[in-house]
């Protein structure tokens, strides 16, 4: 039986989803996570795991023994209010602490627009969203904690995140989708369960002090997607609208930015075959076995 001593800050579906991949492989888990709620004992399938309040700049001081005793630490809040919190409380006990294998999850929003051409790692990063900047100055920050203190860091740049629940399907049944005319606007995205797929291979096959990104085999624009998906259900096309009419000024951020995002590095490092290598295979699945 393996055992993991995991930490997690932030208890999204991406770390949920990587606990889950654990058990999946037997392994004992004992885990500690973060929210802004009081600390609690609470339950996750069949694991019991102990929850540490952290409300921003307030938190409960067990987090700091708990991550000092870690082998492995899973960062997935991004920054608030242009600071990476986790870095402003806690850089000394993640330094000293006993973790073989720290994650940053960051996003490709990074990389900026890049007029639909691909992108890697060796990119140019310029950012033109706030949490694109926001996300890159926190990226520099924990390589600085690499660079400066030997740090065992990886950091995984994600591409838009899809699961079994939250979906292009599920948004078309509810009928909160509309299509964005906007031509040539190419996106990447990624299934959580690969993600977290990513993560499991990264535990035995780990190189401090490389970027990844987490993406698919297929970018595409959303329209794409939403034809496809529409296709799947049998429902008529959705409305279009102009991006000026688009309401939500994150999306309106969404579609400032176009590119391929590739997903070599990942793929050759990892030996890793993706699970949903696109959409396709994605929404099939979706269509198949949950909805």
Same mark, same amino acid.
């Given at each position: 039986?393996?055992?993991?001593?995991?930490?997690?800050? =932030?208890? =999204?579906?991406?770390?949920?989803?990587?606990?889950?991949?654990?058990?999946?492989?037997?392994?004992?888990?004992?885990?500690?996570?973060?929210?802004?709620?009081?600390?609690?004992?609470?339950? %996750?399938?069949?694991?019991? !795991?102990?929850?540490?309040?952290?409300?921003?700049?307030?938190?409960?001081? +067990?987090?700091?023994?708990?991550?000092?005793?870690?082998?492995?630490?899973?960062?997935?809040?991004?920054?608030?209010?242009?600071?990476?919190?986790?870095?402003?409380?806690?850089?000394? &006990? +993640?330094?000293?602490?006993?973790?073989?294998?720290?994650?940053?999850?960051?996003?490709?929003?990074?990389? =900026?627009?890049? /007029?639909?051409?691909?992108?890697?790692?060796?990119?140019?990063?310029?950012?033109?969203?706030?949490?694109?900047?926001?996300?890159?100055?926190?990226?520099?920050?924990?390589?600085?904690?690499?660079?400066?203190? /030997?740090?065992?860091?990886? &950091?995984?740049?994600?591409?838009?995140?899809?699961?079994?629940?939250?979906?292009? *399907?599920?948004?078309?049944?509810?009928?909160?989708?509309?299509?964005?005319?906007?031509?040539?606007?190419?996106?990447?995205?990624?299934?959580?369960?690969?993600?977290?797929?990513?993560? %499991?291979?990264? *535990?035995?096959?780990?190189?401090?002090?490389?970027?990844?990104? &987490?993406?698919?085999?297929?970018?595409?624009?959303?329209?794409?997607?939403? *034809?496809? =998906?529409?296709?799947?259900?049998?429902?008529?096309?959705?409305?279009?609208?102009?991006?000026?009419?688009?309401?939500?000024?994150?999306?309106?951020? %969404? !579609?400032?930015?176009?590119?391929?995002?590739?997903?070599?590095?990942?793929?050759? !490092?990892?030996?890793?075959?993706?699970?949903?290598?696109? !959409?396709?295979?994605?929404?099939? %699945?979706?269509?198949?076995?949950?909805?």
């Amino acid at each position: 039986m393996k055992e993991i001593k995991l930490f997690c800050f =932030g208890f =999204g579906q991406v770390a949920k989803n990587f606990v889950k991949k654990l058990n999946s492989e037997n392994f004992t888990v004992k885990l500690f996570t973060t929210s802004r709620n009081k600390s609690s004992t609470q339950k %996750f399938g069949r694991l019991t !795991y102990s929850n540490l309040q952290f409300d921003n700049n307030i938190f409960d001081p +067990i987090i700091n023994e708990q991550v000092m005793n870690s082998d492995h630490i899973l960062i997935s809040i991004p920054p608030i209010n242009g600071e990476d919190l986790v870095i402003k409380n806690f850089s000394k &006990i +993640i330094e000293n602490s006993n973790a073989k294998w720290v994650t940053y999850l960051s996003a490709t929003s990074v990389y =900026g627009d890049h /007029k639909g051409e691909w992108v890697n790692e060796d990119s140019p990063t310029k950012p033109t969203s706030y949490n694109g900047i926001e996300r890159l100055r926190a990226e520099n920050l924990w390589m600085n904690l690499y660079s400066n203190n /030997k740090l065992p860091l990886q &950091i995984f740049r994600l591409s838009g995140i899809y699961s079994n629940e939250g979906n292009i *399907l599920s948004r078309l049944k509810s009928g909160n989708v509309k299509i964005v005319n906007k031509k040539n606007h190419f996106f990447s995205r990624i299934h959580v369960e690969d993600i977290a797929n990513i993560l %499991f291979e990264s *535990l035995l096959n780990f190189k401090s002090g490389e970027v990844y990104n &987490i993406s698919d085999d297929k970018p595409a624009t959303s329209e794409a997607v939403t *034809l496809y =998906g529409a296709k799947l259900l049998s429902m008529n096309i959705p409305k279009r609208i102009e991006i000026k009419d688009i309401e939500s000024e994150m999306l309106k951020n %969404f !579609y400032k930015d176009s590119k391929k995002v590739s997903n070599e590095k990942l793929k050759k !490092y990892f030996k890793y075959n993706l699970k949903f290598p696109t !959409y396709i295979e994605g929404l099939n %699945f979706i269509k198949n076995n949950i909805i």
